[in-house]
């Protein structure tokens, strides 16, 4: 029997309208409109011709019901003018990533969500309050995906046909998820990590509104603070810092030299005069869309290392955990931060329907 919902997802999953499926699988519109609406259900040949259209597998297309990550509480960090179908891509790809958790979670145990609900205060106070909470002080901020993951947020890649999406969060009931474009620098891949952290904290479990230009500027604002916090910059920075001042400087904390720029502006350390010389100068030099001679090792995932590590000593391979799934080991790569998964081999006894939890150790 085919699930409705599943034909769906995988549909948004490649970017397509109805119409656009129908003119790839010589199906009818309306009868493919019947399917997805459950009205009537597909032949086995109807089934084959759309998995192949969607490159997933027909054993996708007949498991249980899929609840889509919820539309109305993710907090997009994307272009404005996005089309909604990349969105849509964007989000089914981030549903996936969440049946890989559910998956993981009934066989490992995860570390707890600590992500502090802290009323309304301003974005500064804010990233005070959550590196007050997790012990950080006011050192540079460690790896941001690890610290993420330590602190219970579920961390996933998406998927390079969503370069126009930077970064996404959301909560899907009491677990908060952050899906990060891998495509970008580093300096900004932390940003979008500290950025969707922001929505996370100060815009609430999606109950209430976390989206628009004001929630933008408040998860920048916190983004800001919490990778550069006050004190560190003020004893690092001088006041009127030249640009190479400020290309030093911006290793300390892992940032772009435009945001490491940006903070001490706000900060007063650069005048409104200084702020505009420098960035002309910074994009001058490439540094607008690029962060030439940056950080070079990506931040990845060590939950996902540290599980896949667990399975393969048990002798599951990727292919397994994918072929419980239903997708491919393929679209399973896109949500492991480009992590060498691929050669996790096995011929033994399976144990992926264990159902004894595996410990995982983070580093935070």
């Known amino acids: 029997m085919v699930t409705p919902s599943r034909i769906t997802l995988a549909r948004k999953r490649r970017g397509l309208t109805l119409a656009d499926l129908s003119q790839r699988t010589g199906v009818s519109l309306q009868s493919l409109s019947n399917y997805e609406t459950g009205r009537t259900s597909p032949r086995p040949l109807t089934v084959r011709r759309i998995a192949e259209s969607l490159d997933f597998p027909e054993q996708f297309f007949s498991g249980p019901e899929i609840d889509e990550l919820p539309a109305e509480g993710i907090s997009w960090r994307a272009r404005t003018k996005t089309p909604p179908r990349v969105l849509d891509a964007a989000r089914a790809a981030g549903t996936l990533a969440a049946q890989l958790y559910d998956w993981i979670d009934g066989r490992f145990r995860l570390p707890e969500p600590d992500v502090p609900s802290l009323g309304k205060p301003d974005p ?176 990845t995932s060590q939950v996902l290392t540290k599980v896949f590590r667990g399975l393969r000593s048990k002798d599951v391979r990727l292919a397994d955990v994918a072929d419980e799934l239903g997708v491919t080991v393929e679209e399973m790569n896109k949500m492991l931060f480009g992590l060498p998964m691929t050669s996790v081999e096995g011929g033994g006894e399976r144990s992926s329907s264990s159902r004894s939890k595996g410990v995982l150790t983070l580093v935070r």
């Not at 904390?253 to 945001?259: D, G, L, P």
């Not at 903070?263 to 869309?289: F, I, N, P, V």
């Open 124 to 299: 500064e106070t804010a990233a005070e309050m959550v590196r007050t909470r997790w012990g950080l002080g006011n050192t540079p901020a460690p790896n941001m995906v690890h610290l993420l993951e330590a602190h219970g947020i579920r961390v996933f890649s998406l998927p390079p046909d969503s370069l126009e999406v930077d970064a996404f969060a959301v909560w899907r009931g009491n677990v908060p998820f952050v899906f990060l474009n891998t495509m970008k620098t580093v300096e900004r891949s932390r940003f979008d990590g500290a950025h969707e952290l922001g929505h996370l904290v100060m815009h609430g479990s999606g109950e209430r509104g976390c989206t628009g230009p004001e929630a933008e500027r408040q998860a920048n604002e916190f983004a800001s603070a919490f990778l550069m916090p006050a004190a560190s910059v003020l004893g690092h920075m001088p006041a009127g810092a030249r640009v190479d001042q400020i290309l030093q400087g911006k290793r300390i904390w892992k940032v772009s030299a435009m945001a490491l720029t940006y903070r001490m502006h706000d900060m007063g350390l650069l005048s409104d005069w200084q702020y505009r010389s420098t960035c002309a100068e910074l994009s001058a030099r490439g540094y607008k869309t690029d962060e030439p001679q940056g950080v070079k090792k990506r931040e």
